[in-house]
């Protein structure tokens, strides 16, 4: 979880960096969007509400495979297939520009310390790879778990995202069983 963190962050600052900051508004968004549904099956989780929870993680994994593996996708294509003249950083890894400014400049060219560039879009297209890579992960996490509940019949107790954090409820569980 905190490698996703890491390399959102590093995303929004080299976006930033590389005048990319269209591909950081939307990555921020498309990550918000996600969060809304899941964090309402949490809490309706926690209260008891099954229906509601079931129905909030349904909309949670649609949007999650709409937005995160669909969408997401595509806005890393565009990174990549950017034409030059509008973003010349995606041409080089490193070189010399005379018209940046003589000691630490960022300018469209990436980050530039005495006049000689190095490109920030392609450390951002990695990340960006990085990220989508986590996010087919988690996604097959989400889907092993909506099996776990058809087998169970929708009872997600014993589920293991709340294990750790309640395990005086699951272990009064174990009891009743």
Same mark, same amino acid.
């Given at each position: 979880?905190?490698?996703?963190? /890491? ?5 929004? =600052?080299?976006? $930033?960096? #590389? @005048?990319?900051?269209?591909?950081? =508004?939307?990555? $921020?968004?498309? !990550? ?6 899941? @964090? ?10 099954? +229906? ?9 994994? $649609? #949007?999650?495979? $709409? ?19 509008? *973003? ?7 070189? *010399?520009?005379?018209?940046? !400014?003589?000691? &630490?400049?960022?300018? #469209? @060219? %990436?980050? =530039? +310390?005495?006049?000689? =560039?190095?490109?920030?879009?392609? &450390? ?5 790879? %990085? ?11 989400? /889907?092993?778990?909506? /099996? ?13 995202? @709340? ?9 009064? !569980?174990?009891?009743?069983?």
């Amino acid at each position: 979880m905190m490698a996703h963190h /890491i390399i959102t962050v590093l995303l929004l =600052c080299f976006s $930033l960096l #590389s @005048y990319f900051w269209f591909f950081g =508004c939307v990555i $921020l968004l498309l !990550h918000d969007v996600v969060d809304i549904p899941l @964090y309402v099956a949490k809490a309706a989780h926690a209260l008891k509400w099954n +229906v509601t929870a079931n129905v909030s993680f349904f909309l949670f994994a $649609l #949007s999650f495979l $709409l937005l995160r593996l669909i969408y997401f996708p595509f806005i890393a294509y565009l990174s990549f297939t950017q034409p030059p003249h509008m *973003y010349p950083s995606i041409t080089f890894l490193m070189r *010399y520009v005379p018209d940046v !400014h003589p000691i &630490v400049d960022i300018s #469209s @060219y %990436g980050l =530039c +310390v005495a006049k000689h =560039c190095v490109s920030t879009a392609w &450390v951002q297209n990695l990340l960006l790879i %990085g990220l989508l890579s986590l996010h087919v992960f988690w996604y097959a996490l989400v /889907i092993k778990m909506i /099996i776990n509940q058809f087998k169970k019949g929708g009872d997600v107790e014993g589920d293991p995202r @709340y294990m750790d954090k309640h395990p005086e409820h699951h272990a009064e !569980h174990e009891k009743h069983e």
